[in-house]
């Protein structure tokens, strides 16, 4: 089942914050966090495993409640670059397969 | 991090033939990814490829259709089998590293 992603669009000014959040309704192992420009491949942020590890860019930064199976991406002090649609693609059981299943998308547009 | 490459980059196809999409990687990786990505929507896993066993295929994606091969440790073969309006989508291969997965660019398919 697919995870849900809030919210799906937000626009921006340059400097400003936004919180995208991603919720599964199953078990979760680890959350990963990419973000796409326009005709280009995903490009990998953040993962958040269970058990507390996280690994990704330094400027992003990211929770995940084991317990609500949630997890939220903030992005602070919003540069033009950052525009884009930011995925969550998660990872449940205990398998190991890494394979994903994404969330909808949000789609994030920063203005000058 | 991995480079991954794909081709075709784009192609138009009629509707009842095949095409193969192949993917490189420029290092040994074991874990690849089959998805699909139409416009504007969400990333869908058709299967895992992993060398030296059988491509484990999720709900909804079949062997007939979506045959794979993964015959070494940089590449993997995806082919679109009898094709209809329905396959029209961009297919991605990944690959998984130690903890992200990277996209390739992707091949855009059209079938008329």
């Known amino acids: 089942q697919q995870p849900v992603q809030s919210p799906q669009a937000v626009i921006l000014r340059e400097g400003e914050d936004a919180v995208i959040n991603c919720s599964s309704s199953?078990?979760?192992?680890?959350v990963h966090w990419y973000r796409q420009k326009h005709g280009e491949a995903p490009v990998f942020l953040m993962i958040?495993?269970?058990?507390?590890e996280q690994k990704g860019h330094e400027k992003i930064s990211a929770s995940f409640n084991e317990k609500k199976q949630q997890s939220s991406l903030y992005l602070t002090a919003s540069q033009l670059s950052y525009s884009g649609t930011y995925f969550c693609?998660?990872?449940?059981?205990?398998?190991?397969?890494?394979?994903?299943?994404f969330g909808s998308g949000t789609r994030l547009q920063v203005q000058p | 991090s991995a480079v991954i490459s794909q081709k075709p980059s784009r192609d138009i196809c009629q509707r009842g033939t095949s095409l193969t999409i192949q993917c490189q990687v420029d290092?040994?990786?074991?874990?690849m990814f089959w998805y699909r990505q139409q416009p504007g929507q969400s990333l869908t896993l058709i299967a895992t490829?992993?060398?030296?066993?059988?491509?484990?295929?999720e709900s909804g994606f079949v062997i007939d259709k979506f045959p794979i091969s993964r015959p070494n440790l940089t590449f993997s073969t995806l082919t679109v089998s009898n094709m209809s309006p329905e396959d029209s989508s961009i297919y991605l291969c990944?690959?998984?590293?130690?903890?992200?997965?990277?996209f390739g660019p992707g091949t855009r398919l059209t079938v008329t």
């Open positions: 990944s690959v998984a590293a130690e903890y992200e997965q990277y």
């Open positions: 199953k078990a979760l192992y680890s």
């Open positions: 958040l495993l269970k058990g507390g």
């Open positions: 693609g998660t990872e449940s059981g205990n398998t190991g397969r890494r394979a994903l299943t």
């Open positions: 290092s040994q990786v074991t874990m």
């Open positions: 490829a992993n060398q030296g066993s059988e491509a484990t295929y």
